[in-house]
């Protein structure tokens, strides 16, 4: 297996000032220089993460609006690993119920939309963090089936009930053993640097203990599958990521942390990740999806998750914030997130010194690049004869979720750059 992990930084400060001409304090102790792995992998001196993009997009014509999209990353330059969503489109389950778990009848569609992912990943020229979750985008279940129907891919949200806990099925580890199928036939399939076996594995919690120790047994047949093949088949490194903000206690109204601060919920549930079986712990952080005051944000948010599994060295694998103050319609127009261009730079500044400090794999900012007019999306009432305005009042309740996502970019929709895109861009310099 590669490993990132033995590059030591120089101070942080001094390549802020180098990239942007930024002024800054503290930290940052002094290192050598060391190459980043393979030919053609070597960092600018003095940082010792790559900087990523996720391909994902959002279409407001869609069934299913989170789309696969290169172009969602905007331009290629500002990115040098990619995140590529595999798990968007679903899962043919049935598919890998063959000896060893080895696929037999896999639908067309579904393979056909594998392989464009692939090409369309590949022709970035950039390396690939694949995403394999085997939990829906909602978390609360297992991810859709995925058929073929008169050449369509087709995926079944409804196919298994909500918080699946394999204790009360009667063949317990046939999910588990078809999913580790399905992620050997995709890795050796795409060859990728790293591979997310789980996402956001906490927030399943929710589904009770037996179901969310059943995900950590998931991941952890995966990776003995992938353990097994031929020497040389796979080189990745694998990751599953946790949800930051759930971990701290938000947003569970009504629950156990209620009366506890941030740092004492931690505590209590920190034990969480213990059960996690792979070569890196993935952060995922969204401040503005949970916490009331993005102005009072710690320090060490993310330095404290990382420190719970000090074994495995890290990565934050998904973080953004957006950069515009949102609302919410409520009967009439209510504030929803108070931010601003220098807040969503203070939290880049905060995310990239514990990335250098940890000495972490890589940073993903999603979406790089506001997946949707950001004036459109916060404004508040919004104009009817805008599409946006229009989609987002389709999506009632859920129309504040979506706010606080497609304006979460260091980029504006048209590819002007926010301060924060301004660091970001410099630290991709030569």
Known sequence: MRSLHGIRRLGWCALLLGAVGAACGGGGGGGTDADAGDAGDALPDGRAFFLGARLEGYDITASRQRVFSVEAAGDPALSEVVVVPVDQLGLPWEAFKGPDNTPVELPAAWVAAVDAMKAAALATGKPMVLSLSPLAP???????????????????????????????????????????????????????????????????????????????????????????????AVSAETLVTVDVEDLYGYPRPG?????????????????????????????????????????????????????????????????????????????????????????QRAWLDQVLSTAADREMAFVVWHPLQDLLDADAASACPCSPADPVCVHLDQLGAGASDVRRFVTGGLFEHDGTERIGGTLWKGLLAP
């Open 255 to 343: 629950g156990p942390c209620d009366t506890l601060g941030a740092a004492a919920c931690l505590a209590t549930r920190q034990g969480l990740l213990d059960g996690i079986d792979a070569d890196l712990l993935g952060l995922e952080s969204y401040p503005a999806t949970a916490l009331p005051s993005l102005g009072q944000l710690p320090q060490d948010w993310l330095e404290r998750v990382a420190a719970a599994r000090a074994d495995l060295p890290s990565a934050v694998a998904g973080t953004s914030l957006p950069a515009v103050d949102l609302y919410t319609r409520e009967g009439t127009c209510q504030p929803l997130l108070v931010s601003s261009d220098v807040v």
């Open 138 to 232: 909602t978390l609360d279940t297992l991810a859709p089936d995925a058929r073929d129907e008169s050449g369509l891919l087709v995926l079944n949200t409804q196919w298994t009930a909500r918080c699946y806990d394999p204790s009360k099925d009667p063949d317990p580890e046939r999910y588990r053993d078809r999913y580790a199928g399905f992620v050997a036939w995709v890795v050796q399939r795409f060859d990728p640097r790293w591979v997310v076996l789980a996402r956001r594995v906490n927030r399943y919690e929710v589904c009770g203990r037996s179901a969310y120790d059943a995900v950590l047994g998931f991941v952890s047949e995966a990776g003995r599958r992938l353990d097994a093949l031929p020497t040389g």
